[in-house]
């Protein structure tokens, strides 16, 4: 089994950045990718950003946050990172990050608790 600890959200101001971090524990070596996806209030849980636990470095991203985010990882660390510049306040919701065992484009099934980021105008 593996667990997911996210951490990082806070309120920022439009524009500004955050870095959310998500640390896995467990049996983190049968992990093939990690994801962020993100839950706005009144809406669906969307994704936001994917990458390779190892590997190789293939990253993925939602149109909505091409060329503003930066999905990362740090093995030794057990950690992988979502780095989030110019931020919206469209950008507000629950950021939840999730791991895949056999895929990146699908699959995750283990999920962390979620953390709390608000962008105000």
């Known amino acids: 089994q593996v667990q997911l600890v996210e951490s990082g959200g806070r309120w920022v101001q439009a524009g500004g950045s955050l870095r959310l971090s998500c640390a896995a524990s467990?049996?983190?070596?049968?992990?093939?990718?990690m994801g962020w996806f993100r839950q706005a209030p009144g809406k669906e849980r969307e994704f936001v950003a994917a990458?390779?636990?190892?590997?190789?470095?293939?990253?993925y991203y939602a149109d909505s946050v091409k060329g503003r985010f930066t999905i990362s990882r740090d093995n030794a660390k057990n950690t992988v990172y979502l780095q989030m510049n110019s931020l919206k306040p469209e950008d507000t919701a629950v950021y939840y990050c999730?791991?895949?065992?056999?895929?990146?484009?699908?699959?995750?099934?283990?999920w962390g608790q979620g953390t709390q980021v608000t962008v105000s105008s």
């Open positions: 999730a791991a895949s065992f056999d895929r990146i484009d699908v699959g995750y099934d283990t």
């Open positions: 467990g049996r983190t070596f049968t992990i093939y990718a």
């Open positions: 990458i390779r636990w190892s590997g190789g470095s293939s990253t």
